[in-house]
């Protein structure tokens, strides 16, 4: 009898332990492949969402692995104002009210800077925009980082952006210029690298979000020009590494410099927050945005699934990949609707089981 009792105490605790400790596993990775923080997303362009209409495209997402949809703009194709147009027309409000009903979270994506300071203020200011490497103030690209009178245009229009962009992660991404060489020399910013001067621009930029939005993360974009890591500022907490290895090839593994410029960033930035934002799907960039080629993505499952690993093995966890031109009904047009699903099917699955 005692024996038998002791039987039951030992199965009891088994039982309990083998539901206890699958939940303490899980409870101590911050993030596994199937939590809501491990993104699995792809980046479009409005106009991408007007040519299929906002319900086909979340018929499609919905009936694939993707949880996130990020919104992108930019100066040379679409800029933030034809993405405010679109938000609040009503396919905008459609898309904003479907991806809520199907657990799809909303981000944006933006190249902003010549949107917050306007361009045509250079006539009265020049102050407020860089200086080239020949000592001249130019209004091409970015800005002139140190220049707080800059910073007081900025916050007011910040506060204005921020009234009908509310990313649904919290997440910002409030870009700088694209740019091989467009930052500053002046002599308040010329000690200090390009990754410096974009973590500065986002330091100062978060705070100005998160007294609108306390729960507020923003972007640091490592690609380009600010691949490099910072060395000299830090990130203020809630900077997130944000890896974009644009141009890279596809058919072999990130080129060790990359992978080096990776891991250097993942030293100054918290691994667990860290976001790849990638080019697998992006027929707009292997079309080197030329409408007139509208070439097809050179998709490889194989590819794909080994790029994960090697970030999955550095830590990260969100993922999202531009598929902007590849999903829009031109390319259904060219190259099939069903190749493309298939595609954006195989690349949330591989995110989801990896
Ligand atoms: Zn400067």
Same mark, same amino acid.
């Given at each position: 009898?005692?024996?038998?009792?002791?039987?039951?105490?030992? +199965?009891?605790?088994?039982?309990?332990?083998? +539901?206890?400790?699958?939940?303490?596993?899980?409870?101590? *990775?911050?993030?596994?492949?199937?939590?809501?923080?491990?993104?699995?997303?792809?980046?479009?362009?409005?106009?991408?969402?007007?040519?299929?209409?906002?319900?086909?495209?979340?018929?499609?997402?919905?009936?694939?692995?993707?949880? !996130?949809?990020?919104?992108?703009?930019?100066?040379?194709?679409?800029?933030?104002?034809?993405?405010?147009? =679109?938000?609040?027309?009503?396919?905008?409000?459609?898309?904003?009210?479907?991806?809520?009903?199907?657990?799809?979270?909303?981000?944006?994506?933006?190249?902003?800077?010549?949107?917050?300071?306007?361009?045509?203020?250079?006539?009265?200011?020049?102050?407020?925009?860089?200086?080239?490497?020949?000592?001249?103030?130019?209004?091409?690209?970015?800005?002139? =980082?140190?220049?707080?009178?800059?910073?007081?245009?900025?916050?007011?229009?910040?506060?204005?952006?921020?009234?009908?962009?509310?990313?649904?992660?919290?997440?910002?991404? =409030?870009?700088?210029?694209?740019?091989?060489?467009?930052? *500053?020399? *002046?002599?308040?910013?010329?000690?200090?690298?390009?990754?410096?001067?974009?973590?500065? +621009?986002?330091? /100062?930029?978060?705070?100005?979000? /998160?007294?609108?939005?306390?729960?507020?993360?923003?972007?640091?974009?490592?690609?380009?020009?600010?691949?490099?890591?910072? $060395?000299?500022?830090?990130?203020?907490? $809630?900077?997130?590494?944000?890896?974009?290895?644009?141009?890279?090839?596809?058919?072999?593994?990130?080129?060790?410099?990359?992978?080096?410029?990776?891991?250097?960033?993942?030293?100054?930035?918290?691994?667990?927050?860290?976001?790849? !934002?990638?080019?697998?799907?992006?027929?707009?960039?292997?079309?080197?945005?030329?409408?007139?080629?509208?070439?097809?993505?050179?998709?490889?499952?194989?590819? *794909?699934?080994?790029?994960?690993?090697?970030?999955?093995?550095?830590?990260?966890?969100?993922?999202?990949?531009?598929?902007?031109?590849?999903?829009?009904?031109?390319?259904?047009?060219?190259? $099939? /609707?069903?190749?493309?699903?298939?595609?954006?099917?195989?690349?949330?699955?591989?995110?989801? /089981?990896?």
């Amino acid at each position: 009898m005692k024996n038998k009792h002791m039987k039951h105490r030992l +199965y009891f605790i088994t039982s309990v332990l083998s +539901y206890l400790i699958p939940i303490c596993f899980y409870c101590s *990775c911050s993030v596994t492949p199937n939590s809501k923080e491990a993104f699995r997303g792809i980046v479009l362009y409005p106009s991408d969402i007007r040519s299929l209409g906002s319900e086909k495209l979340i018929d499609i997402l919905k009936k694939t692995d993707i949880n !996130l949809l990020g919104l992108h703009s930019n100066t040379l194709t679409e800029n933030l104002d034809s993405l405010k147009v =679109f938000l609040e027309g009503p396919e905008g409000q459609l898309l904003i009210d479907l991806c809520k009903k199907n657990n799809i979270d909303l981000e944006y994506e933006c190249h902003v800077l010549q949107e917050i300071l306007p361009r045509s203020l250079f006539d009265n200011h020049p102050e407020y925009f860089r200086m080239d490497s020949n000592g001249e103030r130019r209004n091409d690209l970015n800005i002139c =980082f140190s220049s707080e009178e800059a910073w007081g245009v900025i916050e007011k229009n910040v506060n204005g952006l921020l009234e009908w962009m509310q990313p649904t992660t919290n997440r910002y991404f =409030f870009w700088i210029d694209d740019s091989p060489d467009g930052f *500053c020399h *002046c002599d308040l910013c010329k000690s200090y690298s390009q990754s410096e001067q974009a973590l500065i +621009y986002e330091n /100062r930029m978060l705070k100005i979000i /998160r007294k609108v939005n306390p729960k507020a993360t923003l972007a640091h974009l490592a690609y380009r020009s600010t691949i490099e890591a910072p $060395g000299n500022i830090k990130p203020d907490k $809630g900077i997130f590494l944000e890896f974009a290895p644009i141009k890279r090839n596809y058919e072999v593994p990130l080129s060790s410099e990359l992978y080096s410029a990776l891991k250097e960033n993942l030293e100054v930035f918290p691994k667990e927050t860290a976001h790849v !934002l990638e080019y697998w799907l992006d027929a707009s960039m292997f079309s080197s945005w030329d409408r007139d080629k509208w070439s097809k993505v050179p998709w490889n499952p194989v590819y *794909c699934r080994r790029d994960i690993e090697l970030y999955r093995n550095l830590g990260i966890r969100s993922f999202t990949s531009f598929a902007t031109w590849m999903l829009h009904q031109h390319y259904f047009e060219l190259y $099939g /609707r069903e190749e493309a699903i298939k595609v954006l099917n195989e690349y949330g699955s591989t995110l989801k /089981r990896n």
